[in-house]
């Protein structure tokens, strides 16, 4: 079936450099996504989110990229800190779909002071 | 963003009992879901919370296993019926938000272990 994806499972960063994770998805008729971050013992938090007519959005310290012709996603984060430690997730919503949302594998993020 | 609270925060269950999850939203809220997260993986969407009407389950989910109710538009349950230790998951609730209604805010998640 369709499903969104990531390519590494776990990330690991010195602090102060940029961390990139990345995630594919295989629905073409995809047309919104959003990055999640989780701490331990805490629920997604959204960090960021892209619709399909945009192929960049930055917010604070942080950029999604979306690359439509080869379904992939990416997030990056700049000058990571140790407060970035946690596990990311990128999800799929169709734009009329409200919160149902297909979550990707996830990816460990550890930045290493 | 909503706030939404749930409850308990965490539970450890003998097999073949159920547990009933709260989810409590501060403000009224259209769409309301649940997942399941199990151990070291990502989310599931077991159902949508339909105010009024019987909840819409995803494939692999049935209403027998996970009852649901939602009596009005800041409230739901989420009962794990007949628990074995494969039920043991965080289950969150979620609600639909953001200008376009295509946020999803998450609730912090009930740590259920059956033993």
């Known amino acids: 079936g369709e499903s969104v994806g990531l390519h590494l499972p776990t990330l690991s960063v010195q602090e102060g450099d940029n961390s990139i994770i990345n995630c594919a998805y295989s629905n073409s008729a995809s047309d919104y996504f959003i990055w999640y971050k989780q701490e331990s013992g805490k629920g997604p938090q959204f960090i960021i989110d892209?619709?399909?007519?945009?192929d960049k959005r930055q917010g604070q310290r942080v950029t999604v990229l979306l690359n439509k012709t080869v379904k992939h996603l990416s997030l990056q984060i700049a000058a990571t800190q140790p407060g970035d430690s946690a596990v990311y997730f990128c999800a799929e919503n169709g734009y009329n779909q409200g919160g149902k949302l297909i979550f990707g594998q996830g990816t460990e993020l550890s930045v290493k002071p | 963003s909503a706030v939404i609270s749930q409850k308990p925060s965490r539970d450890i269950c003998q097999r073949g009992t159920s547990l009933t999850i709260q989810c409590q939203v501060d403000s009224q809220v259209t769409m309301m879901f649940w997942y399941r997260q199990q151990p070291g993986q990502s989310l599931t969407l077991i159902a949508t919370a339909n105010q009024g009407s019987e909840a819409t389950y995803e494939s692999g989910f049935v209403i027998d296993k996970f009852p649901i109710s939602r009596p009005n538009l800041t409230f739901s349950t989420l009962t794990v019926s007949n628990m074995s230790p494969e039920d043991s998951s965080i289950y969150l609730c979620?609600?639909?938000?953001?200008?376009?209604?295509?946020?999803?805010?998450f609730g912090q998640g009930t740590r259920l272990t059956v033993v």
């Open positions: 892209i619709r399909s007519n945009m």
């Open positions: 979620s609600v639909a938000g953001g200008s376009m209604n295509t946020e999803a805010f």
